[in-house]
């Protein structure tokens, strides 16, 4: 159990109330005990840590809620490395990216519920998982050169292996509705996969076991045909239309728009960040062209589901996972959504897409203590996220970076 820890004289940004204040934060056990606010200060408790934040902001940590662990991809890669690369690339997000939880849309042989569970343990360092084990698609299906996707053909055949899925713990099931930006000349994302015999199984043994379904769905008819199945949240939707905006609103259902993966091209990249991003990435020319054949629309759909007020949250689908939640949350601000809109994607609303608005998400007493500190404000700049200083989760001190970045 993690000791008393005292955070004193920070800028605290909440994710609830608009603006920050200042405020001394106390955490014991892991969570969240008491939030003084102004120039109070917590009783001295004897065998507490005090680490005094002036000049700091204090946020809830990031999430991420579309990501692959993979990073680089190491052609043959053994299970055994797979794992030992993805235990590094999380454990790199939390510490070096301030990503306190993610939410996995699609991993191998279930190496993130493994890792799940060795983070939780407290065996080795690392965000918070919300599993999805493997993206299930179909044979000419979406991301087979991954390694990570599993195609399965045939109403049956998808009820095996979501069972299977279920009995390996995962929290919810990918499904890879369409094509997508990255694939080859039959995998593009007009392209639906599922016959609709394929999607009503699949769907009906989610519903029957309670488990949410991510859906990977690009183009207009698979997103109104997964949120009328019930889908919890649509992946991408980089073509919509009215109705599957109302489709949204109506069913209560999450938008995640990944809008990297179009935005992120070499002529489309803008700050330091993009353009280091873009040139390590290294995507074909040709990839480069799908997206940004796709990106006027897709920008378009962001922001109408933005302005009608859809439920939405922050996931980048980008690699690696250290600058992926940064990227993502520039792009949101690009297009035109508010430092604060980008902020709430990436905590509070994020917290509520994984379930889990009870006890992660703000900064709140009775909250989990999963929280960063850094330099700058954020709501007047989101790439102050960027100059991290500190990284809390489960009330421990996991990343300390006071001293490199000169805070
Ligand atoms: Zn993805």
């Keep these: 159990m993690a000791g008393r820890l005292v955070l004193t004289g920070a800028r605290l940004i909440d994710c609830v109330a608009p603006d920050p204040r200042e405020a001394s934060v106390v955490i014991d056990g892991g969570r969240i005990v008491e939030i003084l606010d102004g120039r109070r200060a917590p009783a001295a408790a004897t065998g507490a840590t005090v680490i005094d934040l002036a000049g700091l902001h204090l946020l809830p940590g990031l999430w991420d809620v579309h990501v692959h662990f993979e990073w680089p991809r190491v052609p043959e890669a053994s299970i055994a490395e797979l794992t030992l690369q993805y235990a590094a690339n999380a454990g790199e997000a939390l510490t070096e990216a301030g990503v306190t939880a993610v939410r996995t849309a699609g991993t191998p042989h279930l190496i993130d519920v493994a890792l799940k569970r060795a983070f939780d343990a407290g ?10 084990g493997w993206f299930l698609t179909t044979t000419a299906g979406h991301a087979l050169a991954t390694g990570f996707a599993r195609p399965v053909d045939g ?53 029957q076991r309670g488990m949410r379904v991510m859906a990977h769905a690009a183009n207009a008819e698979a997103v109104k045909a997964a949120l009328r199945l019930g889908a919890h949240s649509v992946e991408h939707g980089y073509v919509m239309d009215d109705e599957a ?141 960027g100059e991290l200083a500190l990284v809390i989760k489960d009330g421990r001190l996991v990343a300390d970076h006071r001293e490199r970045r000169g805070v």
């Design 245 to 385: 905006l109302a489709l949204l609103c109506e069913r209560d259902a999450w938008y995640v728009p990944t809008l990297g993966i179009t935005h992120l091209t070499p002529s489309q990249a803008t700050s330091v960040r993009e353009k280091r991003y873009v040139e390590e990435r290294g995507l074909p020319a040709s990839v480069n062209a799908r997206a940004e054949a796709a990106v006027g629309e897709h920008r378009a759909w962001f922001q109408r589901a933005l302005k009608a007020g859809v439920k939405m949250a922050l996931g980048s689908d980008l690699r690696p996972l250290r600058d992926a939640a940064l990227l993502e949350i520039g792009l949101w601000v690009k297009d035109g959504a508010t430092p604060r809109q980008a902020l709430l994607a990436a905590t509070r609303h994020a917290a509520a897409l994984c379930g889990a608005a009870d006890e992660l998400g703000t900064v709140e007493v009775g909250k989990k203590a999963d929280l960063i500190a850094v330099r700058g404000n954020p709501l007047d700049d989101v790439e102050r996220l």
């Design 123 to 132: 065996r080795l360092v690392g965000p918070r998982i919300f599993a999805g």
């Design 155 to 207: 109403p049956d055949a998808f009820v095996t292996a979501i069972r299977e899925q279920i009995q390996g713990g995962v929290d919810h099931i990918k499904l890879n509705l369409t094509g997508g930006i990255i694939g080859p000349a039959w995998d593009r994302h007009w392209h639906s996969f599922f016959t609709p015999a394929e999607l009503e199984a699949a769907f009906a043994i989610c519903r």
